[in-house]
């Protein structure tokens, strides 16, 4: 391999290990695409004895919606990897864009999405398969066959979008009534309000829950006690929090992404946020 084409693969590296948000108007994504196409071209124009490496060609930077659920998960330190899909869209400007890339995402693979109990039927939160399976994976249960027909679900791409799954599918997979309750026990399966339907779950999701709706009602308590009912968001920030363990910059995204608070900007002072008709109903 030459020189130069060394010299592209290092650069891309270096590059891409440099996006650590979101990159909202995709300008560092344009950077590793100018890089790729010249190592595209590099590779187009080698030698028949020169050995390149396609895999570099092929390296796929994340999507802007996948860097912002990234770095949404390093915000939240319940111990709990997931975001809500809504607060995506408090850090990107294009819902439409927001929703094709993470459903390219969870048709790979790669993510699933989930309903979390305790919130509004629209609001979905967003794991890596990754961390699930690891989540997965720790559960000491006496019955390892029950765990591993449950991962063989996760890794069935015929459930990958799905956030619900029958008790007939569920004994299609070798789960009778007490593999079942076993998964329920477990915190990976919650029963649906439909009869023979079950919610793919995440394990101690009523601890974050708990600690998000607390957040919420602490902040929207802020905002209302004032008589605009609005507050600088850097004045937001420097308060604070008593009845969570979630920070200022995880709950404010959540706030907004939800539409219970709405953020505008007012030139050189900042942004404002102030609460919505949905978060006077909190």
């Known amino acids: 391999m030459n020189r130069k084409r060394i010299d592209l693969e290092q650069k891309l590296y270096r590059t891409q290990q440099t996006i650590h948000k979101p990159d ?70 294009n819902p439409t864009m927001i929703d094709n890339e993470l459903q390219e995402a969870i048709l790979s693979g790669k993510w699933r999405k ?34 591993a027909k449950y991962m063989s679900i996760i890794q069935d791409e015929r459930y990958f979008n799905q956030v619900t799954i029958s008790t007939h599918d569920l004994n299609d997979f070798g789960l009778n009534d007490l593999g079942i309750k076993e998964l329920v026990n477990n915190g990976l399966l ?41 507050i600088m968001e850097t004045l937001l920030k420097a308060k604070k929090l008593h009845k969570t363990i979630l920070n200022m910059d995880f709950l404010i995204h959540d706030l907004v992404g939800s539409g219970r608070v709405e953020r505008y900007s007012i030139g050189t002072m900042g942004n404002m946020l102030k609460m919505t008709s949905k978060g006077r109903l909190l």
Request: proline letters at 3%; a negative charge.
């Open 114 to 147: 989930f309903h979390i109990i305790g919130s509004v039927e629209d609001e979905y939160v967003m794991m890596k398969v990754q961390d699930y399976c690891k989540m997965i994976e720790k559960i000491k249960s006496e019955e390892k066959d029950v765990i």
């Open 24 to 93: 909202v108007y995709g300008i560092e994504r344009r950077k590793v695409n100018k890089i790729k196409n010249e190592l595209i071209n590099s590779h187009n124009n080698k030698d028949d004895d020169d050995d390149f490496d396609n895999d570099i060609v092929a390296t796929q930077i994340e999507s802007d919606s996948i860097n912002a659920a990234n770095y949404l998960i390093r915000l939240n330190n319940t111990g709990i990897p997931i975001c809500f899909l809504h607060q995506i869209y408090s850090i990107l400007p």
């Open 190 to 230: 919650i029963p649906h309000l439909q009869v023979n339907l079950y919610w793919f779950s995440i394990r101690k999701q009523g601890y974050f829950m708990s600690n998000i709706t607390h957040g919420r009602t602490e902040i929207l308590r802020m905002i209302s006690k004032r008589p605009t009912k609005d």
